[in-house]
């Protein structure tokens, strides 16, 4: 039992917390994030450090990264070489940091993503830049921890004479917590640092005067001036990036589209791998070739078009489907006190300038210390060489040092560390000369001295102090920025007439929704009638159009389906096509199409009217349906039913600016008419108003739109093969929602129920009854009847059953 005794019983969810927990902690404060001081990781912190300490400078020689990589991992960094090396590769990275802190000898990657060469192959030092970051660090001017192994001490902050951490900006990963920090330009982000010394409450609006907003190493040109603003204020926003571009005209009136920049991060060979897969699968007409042209003296990548290309057009596309464009994220993250925190542009410069007070005093402490110490010195030895011929008697008198310090101290009233000096001093020291250089020494130490204090003691003047020396690194370092920021994000307008050859095609749509598009070759090959279809089926749309048109197929459910003619599936006039339950998600199966309706553009004066089985009515806009973000997906409704089992029965596209009635017959005969101006326009989702006043266990049979006034036949089919053309106007014109009078004759035996009405001019009619015996009329050769008639018998009712069906015979007005 006892060897048991220290096993502590624990659950999983317990340990499995602390554990993360702990491992959380680690990676966001010594890992991933970085501190909002100086703008560093520790790893880099930790390579900077150690390289400085090497004496890898600026102003020495190269030195293989190797070696740097083995002291950082040695002394600071116990982790993987790779790591390591990796962060130090990409601070000598000119596409990804604003303002390089290593330079680096030998390959070290490039935009297209190539790796590094490795590090037994680099050579490196720290840039001049880092310098500044270093500078005083070996003035106890910031905290020093000990190491991992205790032997070395290592900073936990460096000093930083500029704001790196907007200069070079940031990205990383930690658990629950990332970080994206765009790059600055140096010289602004010093100079709105300076103004907000001076004017602590500053608004943001003024310091973004000065800071207008990220400058990336690559160029670009930054959209969207409030997004900055509000990434400035919240530390969280987006901005769109876009490419660099020009138009070159080439001879025979071709165009190339040059991009010399490309926005931050982008990896090169990528997106004129992309741009060349677009081209290859067509999926934009007019690129010729894409070409990377890019040496050393600059980025340089070129989209050759073809002729007559609307150049502006084709780059809009790829501005929208490449990478030539991006959005770019900010999620200002940093170590703040210890602990991870979304910081403003303001709070960032705070920091800052609180850091850099921070490191100023305690340089100035510590400066002051030394020249405190050297002022005694000096003030001794100017004693000594005023008595120096005692001082040289009492040592002479002495036995060794330790006794020639004791006197000299007991005699002369000399300090310990005066008398130290005193017995270290050099005979030559003794010339008259010396008299005179420690005199100009105590006189500089004491303006010296008074100048620190002055520092430690007064406000002004340590911010002085910090404005000065920002001066000073902006004065040496400040380059001109590079990207552009534009005030609004342009939207992208992409024309169809870009993505998609214009070409004449024959489109077909069928009754169940069949749907394709041929070539006027495949079509002229075949009979119009060899269009293939299944047995069952129907056409109900067929028509020259362009591919530049647009089709919307309403259904007898109340949808409306959006297709333009380049999408339809691109087959030979004698394949069936593609059915629309392959794309629509929500095409039921009892769902056919009622009418098709070609055009270029909506006409948003026209209207649809629609008209349903249980007597309902609407109008609603044409523009109502312009193409939605899911139309190749979803289906949108036209008309909402009230009832389950009711369906559309007739559509018609109207000018509303006709005189126009509409006329309604019912299964049992009933008929309306009166002026489509009583049917109310409403937008697509609504469910319209009565039509007609239905008798029980009536419907209606269909609807039809006749003019107001003149003559206009329709024609009339019942269940009993009756046919009958009669005046639309005999019936007077009503107001909607009415009964209606009868259009037939009522039989006390074996009524006539109508099945059918149509348009009574030229129309060929095909009747199906259940025997499935087949007869074709042609309805403009019947006599007008009047309204009591039941017409004439155009199928024999005793000898094959009722009539089912009645087809309108398709007509193909396709010239060839």
Known sequence: MEQNSHIQELTLEEVMGDRFGRYSKYIIQERALPDVRDGLKPVQRRILFSMNNDGNTHDKSFRKSAKSVGNVMGNYHPHGDSSIYEAMVRMSQDWKLRDVLIEMHGNNGSMD????????????RLSELSGQMLTDIEKDTVDMVLNFDDTEKEPTVLPAKFPNLLVNGSTGISAGYATEIPTHNLAEVIDGTVYLIDHPNASLDKLMEFIPGPDFPTGGILQGKEEIKKAYETGKGKVILRSKTEFETLRGGKQQIVVTEVPYEVNKASLVKKIDEIRLAKKIEGIAEVRDETDRTGLRMVIELKKDVNAQGVLNYLFKNTELQVNYSFNMVA??????????????????????????????????????????????LMKALSILDKVIATIRASKDKKDA???????????????????????????????????????????????????????????????????????????????????QIEEIKIETEVLVPSEDVVAAITREGYIKRSSLRSFSASKPEEVGMKDTDEIVFCQQLNTLDHLLLVTNKGNIIYRPIFELPDLRWKDTGEHLSQTILNFSSGETILAVYSYSELDPAKNFVLMTKKGMIKQTRMDEFKPWRTYKSRAVTAMKFKEETDELVNVYLIDPTEELDVFLATYKGMGLRYALAEVPVVGSKASGVKAINLKADDEVASGLLVYSYGDNP??????????KRMLAQELSQLSRAKRGVMILRELKKNP??????????????????????????????????????????????????KVLQVQEKFEYQIEE
């Open 335 to 380: 170590i703040d006190h210890m602990r991870p925190r979304q910081v403003n542009l303001k709070h960032i410069l705070e920091s800052y300038v609180e850091h850099r007070r921070d490191v100023i005093l305690k340089r100035s402490q510590f400066e002051l210390n030394k020249a405190q110490k050297r002022q005694h010195i000096v003030d001794g």
């Open 752 to 801: 006539h129920r109508i099945i059918y009405i149509g348009d009574g001019q030229e129309k060929t009619l095909i009747l199906t009854n259940e025997k499935g015996q087949q007869v074709e009329i042609q309805s403009n050769h019947y006599p007008i009847s009047d309204r009591t008639s039941n017409g004439s018998f155009a199928l024999d009712e005793k000898q094959g059953g």
């Open 714 to 723: 329709v024609v009339i089919v019942t269940q009993r093969g009756g046919v």
């Open 113 to 124: 993503g190539d790796p590094p060469a490795a590090m037994r192959y680099t050579e490196a």
């Open 405 to 487: 310090k004791n006197n000299l101290v007991i005699q002369h009233q000399f300090t310990q560390a005066q008398a130290e000096a005193i017995v270290n001093l050099q005979l030559y020291r003794l010339t008259n000369t010396d008299i005179t250089e420690l005199e100009k020494e105590a006189e500089e130490l004491a303006a010296y001295i008074a100048e620190l204090q002055k520092i430690l003691n007064d406000d002004a003047e340590l911010l002085r102090v910090i404005k000065k020396e920002l001066r000073q690194v902006k004065k040496k370092f400040s380059t001109p920025r590079l990207t552009r920021i534009e005030d």
